[in-house]
């Protein structure tokens, strides 16, 4: 059987089923998190790439035009932001695929691109992938909530805590 990947916008249409799909896998991510994600593409804030292979929801990610990441956003860095591909899809080039697109949309207003990562092993296969796209540390450390980590300080390992790259294109 020939497999088939398509690579599109996000319509609203797609964001309950983009929830079910994860909810599948046993993660938990909320239809109005996607809702969000429709709006901020109609205003032209986010673009939001979504993966369908042979039809059904593979994966996605976002670009979001003006980062949250200071570095990024004085520097008028796009970030590629919530990248996620279904398990089930996983290792079938829909990952790399999605990037390479994000790259290209980027390039057209940037340099650079920037990205980010969680530090705990839920992340290693996305930092992996960044470093062997070309992606390098952009020299600000690891953040939480935005902030750069001070020396001796003490945090709470979460989604929250991020270290960031760039890649110029």
Not at 15 to 24: G, L, N, Q, T
């Amino acid at each position: 059987m020939k497999t088939s990947l398509k690579l599109r916008k996000i319509i609203k249409e797609d964001c309950i089923a983009i929830s079910e799909a994860f909810k599948k896998q046993g993660w938990n991510k909320a239809v109005a998190q996607y809702e969000h994600y429709f709006d901020l593409q109609e205003e032209g804030k986010r673009d939001i790439i979504l993966a369908e292979m042979n039809q059904e929801f593979a994966g996605y990610l976002t670009i979001n035009w003006t980062s949250q990441h200071p570095p990024f956003q004085s520097n008028g860095i796009p970030e590629i932001v919530d990248f996620n591909v279904l398990k089930k899809f996983q290792r079938l080039g829909i990952g790399t695929a999605l990037m390479d697109e994000a790259e290209r949309r980027i390039k057209m207003v940037s340099a650079y691109a920037g990205i980010g990562f969680g530090v705990y092993q839920d992340y290693g296969a996305a930092q992996t992938l960044y470093i062997k796209r070309g992606y390098l540390p952009d020299g600000n450390g690891i953040m939480k909530d935005a902030r750069p980590i001070q020396y001796g300080e003490t945090i709470t390992i979460d989604d929250g805590v991020v270290f960031h790259l760039t890649k110029k294109l």
